[in-house]
């Protein structure tokens, strides 16, 4: 997924801090490098003739040596930065693989559930996928199992954004 695909369509990534004027996704859930989908690169190209924010967390100078600790400062400036465009998202992502953990995404699923703006994938085999579902159900997120649906349900959650924008 190249930085800008069109003039409309924009991808921001941590550290940088840009403005979002127009309708955007944060793209929340498992990033093992093991998985055999680049989940976050097939949702974004498929939202690239759109006039949207992509919002990815996915930090291409990530250093595994990083304390994961608040008193490290690219280790805090990453989980603030994550949560502060969560607040600024029209739309939540939460992609569970099967075959991950997740558990970031778990307590984000937790902590955004509540916020409307969700929209879960968790295809079978995911260990936690019943955790998921109730969840998913008590708060009426929709939850779909495959990328294809979730491509779908993010797409139409935009272009409602982007309608009710245009009609303002």
Known sequence: MSPESSPEFVIHKPPFRHTVDKPSVILYGSIEKNTSVNWQTELGSS???LPVAILNPHRDD????????????KF??????EMDYAKVADVIVLYFAPGTLAPVSLLELGMYAGTGKVIACCPPGFHKRGNVQIVAQRYGIPLVEGLNELKEQVRRRLEEKLEARDKS
């Open 62 to 73: 990530w250093d595994s040596t990083w304390i994961e600790d608040i008193s490290f400062p």
């Open 76 to 81: 805090k400036e990453q989980v603030e930065w």
């Open 47 to 49: 939202l690239s003739h």
